[in-house]
């Protein structure tokens, strides 16, 4: 590289060290899938008024993406432990933005439905392989680099949902879907070229135990994990609608998607470290609980009162999510880091898949209001299970 180009931002890039580069261009690959997943969200009120859908159909469509996403979280992680990871991940991400090309160029709710399938099983492949790779890169010292790779999907889902609301009072929502392809296509070939190498996993010690063995544990972080996902997605399915009976515009509702997942980016950093200082009981019990309040708050309070609420929705909705993510490799051996990624994203995104079809069902059936106020009920269900988790971490039996 000459000196010239050393001296510009890309030379600069390219010279550091393949840890940074790891972590960046994981961040980018999980801000990209993750405002895909969640730009979903914005255009509901509109495929709702274009095709005549139910609370129910509407969650369906969600589920459709979510669902395809976590059924193949596991085969994605192990294709990546026998291929190149970098190649999966470069080949799911251009999937993905093809899925959302073809659903721009859907002519009806069946091919839609087919394009929102299929851009969910390229995003599979995004979060077992790029969290692995980060934790792989930065071996014991991972947790503070996967909280800032979790940033860098809150990133996502507060600037592509927003920039998605804006495009659409300009163009239409297949137009908005065809640009979106476009930008998953660049980021697709920027990982090609500059990700790099992503490491192998260390070989397995003798009588190591399988994922989450060795100190238990693992499947009550998975139950949380559920859980908080399916609190965080039901409540999202239906916060555009409740924002809509309060009279708010579609360009409004994207800037209220955008406070939230702000809040939720913030939550990230705010909970990591609440997490690390008080421990992961104190933690949950902290953010599962003023999800809760939250929750009732945006029910009952005036237009204004919940805007303001807004960002302390989403750092209370995420701030639980922080913390477990980067449990993850404490419960887990280090040569089953796919697997283990992989499962816990198989769970949770899985009840994001589920759980918004549930309360769409209990939306038809009761109302919207009666489903918004089950997501708070399921959000203190956690409580019992942090209080069975955390004799098996370290750090909170340290800290008692």
């Not at 393949?18 to 997943?37: M, N």
């Not at 659903?103 to 299929?118: P, R």
């Not at 280090?334 to 992989?342: D, K, L, S, Y």
């Amino acid at each position: 590289m000459t000196e010239l180009a050393a001296a510009t931002p890309f030379g600069r890039f390219m010279a550091s060290g393949s840890k940074a580069r790891t972590l960046a261009l994981a961040g980018l690959a999980h801000a990209l899938h993750d405002g895909y997943t969640d730009t979903i969200y914005v255009l509901l009120p509109v495929w709702q008024a274009e095709f005549a859908l139910g609370y129910g159909a509407l969650a369906l469509l969600r589920g459709l993406y979510a669902g395809a996403m976590a059924a193949l979280q596991i085969p994605a992680g192990r294709l990546a432990e026998r291929f190149s990871g970098r190649t999966v991940l470069v080949l799911g991400t251009a999937l993905a933005a093809g899925g959302y090309m073809l659903a721009g160029l859907s002519a009806g709710l069946l091919g839609l439905c087919a394009a929102l399938a299929l851009s969910g099983v390229g995003s599979s492949t995004q979060h077992p392989i790029a969290s692995a790779a980060v934790s792989r890169a930065y071996g014991s010292a991972a947790r503070g680099p996967l909280g800032t790779y979790n940033f860098a999907g809150d990133l996502g889902k507060a600037a592509i949902p927003a920039f998605t609301a804006l495009l659409l009072t300009l163009v239409s929502w297949r137009r908005s879907l065809w640009l979106l392809a476009l930008a998953g296509l660049l980021v697709a070939a920027l990982v090609a070229w500059l990700l790099p190498p992503i490491r192998k996993a260390p070989p397995p010690e003798r009588h190591a135990a399988v994922v989450g063995g060795d100190r238990g544990g693992f499947p009550l972080l998975l139950a949380i994990g559920v859980l908080d996902t399916g609190v965080r997605m039901g409540l999202l399915t239906f916060l555009p609608f409740l924002l809509k009976a309060k009279g708010v515009s579609l360009p409004a509702i994207g800037l209220a998607f955008a406070l939230v997942f702000i809040g939720g980016a913030a939550g990230k950093f705010t909970c990591g470290w609440l997490g690390g200082r008080f421990g992961v009981l104190r933690t949950v019990l902290l953010t599962e609980g003023g999800t809760a309040a939250c929750i009732l708050g945006v029910l009952v309070l005036p237009l204004t009162p919940v805007f303001l609420l807004l960002p302390l929705l989403g750092v209370m909705l995420n701030g639980t999510s922080s913390v477990l993510y980067g449990t993850v490799p404490e419960l887990a051996p280090a040569h089953h880091a796919e697997r283990a990624f992989a499962l816990f994203y198989t769970g949770t995104i899985g009840s994001g898949a589920i759980a918004p079809v549930l309360y769409g069902m209990l939306g038809d059936a009761m109302g919207p209001n009666v489903a918004t106020m089950a997501t708070a009920a399921t959000a203190l269900a956690i409580f019992p299970l942090a209080l069975a988790l955390a004799p098996h971490l370290e750090s909170d039996r340290a800290q008692s």
